[in-house]
Structure formats: C-alpha cells, structure tokens
C-alpha cells in the first residue's frame, strides 16, 4: 500500500526512489542499476517499500552512484563495469541501499560472463574452440532481473536485465532487447526509470524504450543519464558506460537545509548528485 509523504499520526515520513548506477557493456547488454521505491511499483517485481521517518535535525546522508564503465576493446578485452550503489543513510533509518547493475560480458579469453547487479549484464562469448557463451548475470531481489541469453557460437548475445523485466534472449544473429524499466510518479509525472541496455549483435538489440537502456550496434550506446540505464552493446567495437543513478525524496514539506545542490520542485528533492538534506 502507497503512504502519503508528510505527517502521518504525528510522525513525518518520507516516500523515496533509489536508483543505482546502470551496468556498462562490452559485447552483452548492460543491466540497469537497482531500484528501490515507495510510490507506484518497485524494482523485481517486489512489493512497495516502506517510507521512512523523518526526525527534525537529523542529516541524511545521499550517494547517487555512478554508471559502470565501458568494456575495452577486442580482442582480449574486458567485460564492461558494474555500476555504483546508490543510497540513503541516517542515524534513525537502517540505510536504504541499491545495488549497482552488472556489467556486460566480452567476446573473451577469460572475462566473458555477465555480471551480477542490481539487474543483471548480459554474457559475452567465450574466445576460443567452440566459442561457448557465458553465464548471464542474475538480478538482486526486489530490485531487478537477470540478463537474457546469449548465443552460442557467438554472433549475438542477450539484452542487460530491467528493472522491470528481464533482458531479452538473442535472436538469431541479432542482440536481446534490454529488459523493461519501470515508469515511477513520485516527481507527480511519471518517469521511466532503470531500464536494461540492448544485447551485441550482428544487428543489436533495442535498449529499454522505459527507463533509457542504451541500443546495442557496431558500436554500443550509453545508458541514460540519471536513469540507472544499462549501456548497450557492441558487435566487437566499441562499448559503453551505464548511466548514473539517481535519489528523490518527498517528505511532505520543505527541508531546512541540503548540500549537493538537489534541485526542488514543492515538497520533492531530486539528488542527481551525492549531498545531504536535513528537515
């Protein structure tokens, strides 16, 4: 059940989204950074989360992760960066925390697996014999999905897991659709947020339409900013980094004081940046 921000039964509290930073790529999709929030759907498939209590003078703490980094360049390559957790933290709340998504596997000796995350980046390609795809990467729960399937024998691989769903399988020669973001109204409009980077491909796959997954192709596209988008990837070219995460809180009223210069729109604070807000 969705609680209103503001005072309930003499106590304030807070409704939030957290979004981790989104996986970079290399030849798999990168998976979207985990999403945790108390308004309209949460990250996994999970139940809402709760709203925290906001106590006057106390300082809360907000870190806005990092996308991953871009995969290097074949051949030999390394598989694409996982993304940064993104949080909130105060001396009255257990920390709420996402998890960063998972990078993208290469087209590789040794680094081709999909790396776990928030939401999962999809497996890259074994580089020898009989060019054996690698494990995809798994999603945290109650934050997003797994990576879809990549092909063995290469030629095209999976799309990074979603938020909301869970990555797409290749497709003959062509690059998994990146799994589904999650449309979130906590700002009043509703904003596609984590959305699953495209696999590699001869022909890539889509990125997220929800949520800003970068497109696979030649060569990858970058997750969106502040989206905790997974990067799209490449056909053995250039990879992409993940997007940056990103913070909201709505506590009903206006706050003392913040750091981190979180921009204001009524009762609703936007970190696009790490800082602090007090109430």
């Not at 997003?144 to 990074?160: I, L, P, R």
């Given at each position: 059940m969705?609680?209103?921000?503001?005072?309930?039964s003499?106590a304030?509290?807070?409704?939030?989204?957290?979004?981790?930073?989104g996986?970079?790529s290399?030849?798999?999709?990168g998976?979207?950074?985990?999403?945790?929030s108390?308004v309209?759907?949460t990250?996994?498939?999970?139940?809402?989360e709760?709203?925290?209590?906001?106590?006057?003078?106390?300082?809360?703490t907000v870190?806005?992760?990092?996308?991953?980094?871009?995969?290097?360049?074949?051949p030999?390559g390394?598989?694409?960066?996982?993304?940064?957790?993104?949080?909130?933290?105060?001396?009255?709340?257990?920390t709420?925390s996402?998890?960063?998504g998972?990078g993208?596997g290469?087209f590789?000796a040794?680094d081709?697996?999909?790396?776990?995350?928030?939401?999962?980046g999809?497996a890259?390609?074994?580089?020898?014999g009989?060019?054996?795809?690698?494990?995809a990467?798994?999603g945290?729960?109650n934050?997003?999905?797994?990576?879809g399937?990549?092909?063995?024998?290469?030629?095209a691989?999976?799309g990074g897991?979603?938020?909301?769903?869970?990555?797409?399988?290749?497709?003959?020669?062509t690059?998994?659709t990146g799994?589904t973001?999650?449309n979130?109204s906590?700002?009043?409009s509703s904003?596609?947020?984590?959305?699953?980077g495209?696999?590699g491909?001869?022909?890539?796959?889509?990125?997220?339409p929800?949520?800003?997954g970068?497109?696979?192709?030649?060569?990858?596209?970058a997750?969106?900013?502040?989206k905790?988008?997974?990067a799209?990837?490449t056909?053995?070219?250039?990879?992409a980094?993940?997007?940056?995460g990103?913070?909201?809180?709505?506590?009903g009223?206006?706050a003392?004081?913040?750091?981190?210069?979180?921009?204001?729109?009524?009762?609703?604070?936007?970190?696009?940046?790490s800082?602090?807000?007090?109430?």
């Amino acid at each position: 059940m969705q609680i209103l921000a503001g005072v309930s039964s003499g106590a304030i509290v807070a409704n939030y989204l957290v979004v981790a930073g989104g996986g970079g790529s290399a030849y798999g999709g990168g998976g979207a950074g985990g999403l945790r929030s108390t308004v309209t759907a949460t990250g996994g498939g999970g139940a809402l989360e709760s709203p925290f209590i906001v106590l006057p003078g106390i300082t809360y703490t907000v870190t806005v992760g990092a996308g991953g980094v871009a995969g290097s360049t074949y051949p030999g390559g390394n598989a694409g960066g996982n993304g940064s957790s993104s949080s909130i933290a105060g001396s009255n709340i257990t920390t709420i925390s996402t998890v960063g998504g998972g990078g993208g596997g290469m087209f590789s000796a040794y680094d081709y697996d999909g790396k776990n995350g928030g939401s999962g980046g999809a497996a890259g390609t074994l580089d020898s014999g009989a060019y054996t795809a690698g494990t995809a990467g798994t999603g945290t729960a109650n934050q997003g999905f797994g990576a879809g399937a990549t092909k063995n024998g290469s030629g095209a691989c999976g799309g990074g897991g979603g938020a909301g769903g869970v990555g797409g399988n290749f497709s003959g020669s062509t690059g998994g659709t990146g799994g589904t973001g999650l449309n979130i109204s906590i700002t009043g409009s509703s904003v596609g947020y984590a959305g699953g980077g495209g696999g590699g491909g001869s022909t890539g796959g889509a990125g997220s339409p929800i949520g800003g997954g970068g497109a696979g192709g030649v060569n990858g596209t970058a997750g969106a900013t502040n989206k905790g988008a997974g990067a799209g990837g490449t056909n053995l070219a250039l990879a992409a980094a993940g997007g940056s995460g990103v913070v909201i809180i709505d506590a009903g009223i206006v706050a003392a004081s913040t750091t981190g210069s979180p921009s204001l729109s009524g009762t609703v604070y936007t970190f696009t940046g790490s800082g602090t807000i007090t109430f």
